[in-house]
């Protein structure tokens, strides 16, 4: 339908067919769809959560205006990192305000968040505070809730980036072109989403600006959304958003092709190396130890496996084979199961070494011989092994774990294959 009758049909409409017919209008954009949001906007309270999915240019400018005000209050209070009374909120608001817009004026104030990055990421949002919040409209506060029951997180900058994500897989090139020219020149407040804007367009000319190890937040927050199908190649996913009045989630992607640029896969491997780069990044996000955090590793490895590419898949084996042997998260063993070509007698006393260093635990081993597919003849011989190698090494006081780990290999040699019935 075009904006005129659109707008015909809503002086009759009522409930949700109202509710489709605002949301197709403000996704449209043109000068009718403009003038009419314009007044809704002069309603906020009445019309929030049409203003925050709507496209047009007078809603974009009134978002700007919001984000205005409190890039203001972020600079004049960043000595304290603490904005006064009802700042929590404005913050909140102005976040989701801007999600889709593209104006000009708006994109002013992303520019000012650039220039004064140092200041601005000294403000965290309090996400409890706002789910419970009078001072902001109720669908603000449902969608705090279930924005932080998906990630946890509370850095402005990063649920920015987020939203301006969503942005560019909904609003296309010439949005995702603006989020690339604006994180050119400000790489440390928008890089994760001018990578993605790169990314989305050509994976190869995104490794040229962003492969450095200074952007491997972003790296993986990126490949996080990275998923390869034999059938449809490599997709790249936007972040969860919320959208509509009643919050649902909004998610879309963007077809990259079937192919990655192999210096990718080579820097993944390189960042996986280092411990405090990967941890950092996934407990600032989950919250969680440094054995999870690669198995959210391990994860973004399978996720971006292709088997046809054999460079790929030599340099995945060897980054699964390090990960099976120092966390053993089922993913790894997933790993070297496609990889293929890998030595079960390396990966069982590659685990055992480094659990008598403390490096490792006994799960670590139970994981292995259940995720890896050997013969129970060939676990068996790797269980004796095993067994001599750690009573011969192990001098750390983990004595219930090592002693429920040699009742369960008792347990496994005990039981009785099932008999076939022919």
């Not at 603490?82 to 999600?99: H, R």
């Not at 990055?117 to 949002?125: N, S």
């Not at 969680?288 to 460079?311: A, D, G, N, Q, W």
Request: proline share 2%.
């Amino acid at each position: 339908m075009k904006s005129a009758d659109i707008i015909a049909a809503l002086k009759n409409a009522k409930g949700e067919d109202k509710a489709q017919l605002l949301y197709a209008l403000g996704s449209i954009g043109d000068s009718n769809a403009n003038e009419y949001y314009k007044k809704l906007a002069e309603k906020p309270s009445r019309y929030f959560h049409y203003l925050c999915y709507a496209r047009c240019e007078a809603v974009s400018d009134y978002a700007a205006g919001i984000l205005e005000n409190a890039v203001s209050i972020m600079t004049a209070f960043a000595d304290t990192g603490v904005g006064p009374d009802g700042f929590n909120e404005l913050m909140w608001t102005a976040l989701n305000i801007c999600a889709f817009k593209s104006s000009d004026r708006l994109f002013v104030q992303f520019e000012r968040i650039g220039q004064h990055y140092e200041k601005v990421r000294r403000f965290q949002m309090d996400m409890r505070g706002l789910m419970f919040s009078k001072k902001i409209n109720p669908f603000l506060a449902n969608r705090a809730s279930k924005w932080y029951g998906n990630c946890g997180e509370t850095d402005f900058i990063f649920a920015l980036n987020d939203m301006l994500i969503c942005g560019i897989t909904r609003n296309g090139d010439s949005f995702a072109e603006k989020i690339s020219s604006l994180a050119d020149r400000y790489p440390t407040a928008y890089a994760r989403a001018g990578l993605f804007a790169d990314f989305a367009r050509d994976n190869g000319i995104a490794f040229d600006k962003y492969g450095r190890r200074e952007f491997a937040d972003a790296v993986l927050s990126v490949f996080s959304g990275i998923e390869f199908s034999s059938s449809k190649g490599y997709m790249l996913y936007s972040p969860v958003w919320f959208a509509g009045n009643k919050n649902k989630i909004y998610h879309s992607r963007i077809h990259i092709g079937n192919n990655i640029d192999i210096r990718w896969v080579e820097y993944l491997v390189d960042i996986a190396k280092d411990d405090e780069a990967v941890y950092r990044h996934f407990k600032g996000r989950f919250g969680i130890v440094l054995k999870s955090s690669y198995r959210h590793m391990s994860r973004i490895m399978l996720s971006i496996f292709s088997p046809e590419t054999k460079e790929q898949r030599d340099l995945l084996r060897e980054y699964f084979k390090m990960a099976a042997k120092r966390f053993s998260n089922e993913e790894d063993f997933a790993g070297l199961e496609l990889c293929g070509e890998y030595s079960f007698y390396e990966i069982i006393m590659g685990i055992s070494e480094n659990i008598c260093r403390g490096n490792n635990t006994y799960y670590g081993l139970c994981n292995a011989f259940n995720g890896i597919r050997q013969e129970r003849c060939e676990k068996l011989f790797m269980l004796d092994m095993v067994e001599e190698y750690i009573r011969e090494n192990d001098k750390g006081d983990r004595n219930a774990q090592r002693d429920n780990f040699f009742k369960e290999a008792q347990l496994f040699r005990e039981r009785k294959r099932p008999r076939v019935i022919k």
